[in-house]
């Protein structure tokens, strides 16, 4: 089955940068969707970044300017790129994708294990 593993998360300096990474793998035949979210403790999980179906992004305005998020197709992975942390953005960092294993199949929501973000001085 399909599997969204997360990494790049730890411990960092107000001020300092993370990137995280996302790799699906797996019978994917087609992705769509991709994106990032994040739930610190006692909130809701929110939206970080995302990939829309029709390529453009959409960024959280508490992250706008700070963050970025990419992607290589070609390895079923995508990133995102912290600047400028901090401690608000504190929380578990969870990748999402929409898959399809194969051609005419149902699409079906992924979310990676989760990765922890900690902004602390």
Known sequence: ??????????????????????????????INGMGWYR???????????????????????????RFTISRDNAKNTWYLQMNSLKPEDTAVYYCNADVQTYSSGPWINYWGQGTQVTVSS
């Open 39 to 65: 739930q610190a403790p006692g909130k809701q999980r929110g939206l970080v970044a995302r990939f829309n179906y029709g390529g453009s992004t959409n960024y959280a305005d508490s992250v706008k300017g």
């Open 1 to 30: 089955q399909v599997q969204l593993v997360e990494s790049g998360g730890g411990l960092v300096q107000p001020g300092g940068s993370l990137r995280l990474s996302c790799a699906a793998s797996g019978s994917i035949f087609s």
